[in-house]
């Protein structure tokens, strides 16, 4: 069983993941693929810094995600550009560790960014976690110290409420206690599993 999980930018859909993880499915993180693919000594990293400058290197040498997150996300053609790149990488890496699954596994593709890329029907169920925008931009104000110009930028980088929506199989709302939470996930998953 092949599941795509999504949901916007602070919905809670890492903790979503981890309720899977817990409960028995084999979780992919896309954004956990992606920084491995960029990593010091990796052709990802030289093609990124090929396209966009040293600049975007840390003091380490490492990729500067904060440096390349204020160059893309304003900027369509930049984050195009960078998904060129990283993207085929981390379709690699994916249908690796897919093969590594056991027989018969749930397994929980975690892909931010699934409504965005068209892929969603590669997939036998579609998950979303949804929040509405108001809630985004709190958790983002709250947890991560991002400005309200920062939280509102990153949501119109991404697929609208609706455009996931549309593409889920199971919604997810995520406005709830974390025991509401927990519970939707496992009668989401014992009907993965069934």
Do not use: C
Not at 65 to 83: H, P, T
């Amino acid at each position: 069983m092949r599941v795509g999980l999504t949901g916007g930018v602070a919905s809670g859909k890492s903790t979503v993941a981890g309720i899977l993880r817990e409960l028995g499915a084999v979780v992919i993180d896309a954004d956990q693929l992606a920084r491995e693919v960029v990593e010091p000594g990796t052709p990802g990293l030289a093609a990124v810094v090929e396209a966009f400058g040293p600049e975007v290197l840390d003091a380490d040498g490492g990729l500067d995600r904060a440096k390349v997150g204020s160059i893309v996300f304003g900027d369509a053609e930049q984050r195009r550009r960078l998904e060129a790149i990283v993207h085929p990488l981390v379709f690699e890496l994916y249908a690796a560790r897919e093969a590594e699954a056991p027989e018969g596994a749930v397994v929980v593709h975690d892909i931010p960014l699934l409504a965005e890329s068209g892929r969603h029907q590669e997939f036998d169920a579609v998950v979303v976690v949804d929040v509405p925008q108001e809630v985004q931009v709190e958790r983002m104000l709250r947890d991560r110290g991002w400005t309200a110009e920062d939280a509102s930028g990153r949501i119109a980088a991404q697929a609208t409420r609706d455009q996931r929506r549309a593409i889920a199989t199971h919604v997810i709302d995520n406005t709830g206690s974390l025991e509401d939470l927990r519970a939707r996930v496992a009668e989401i998953y014992a009907t993965l599993t069934a």
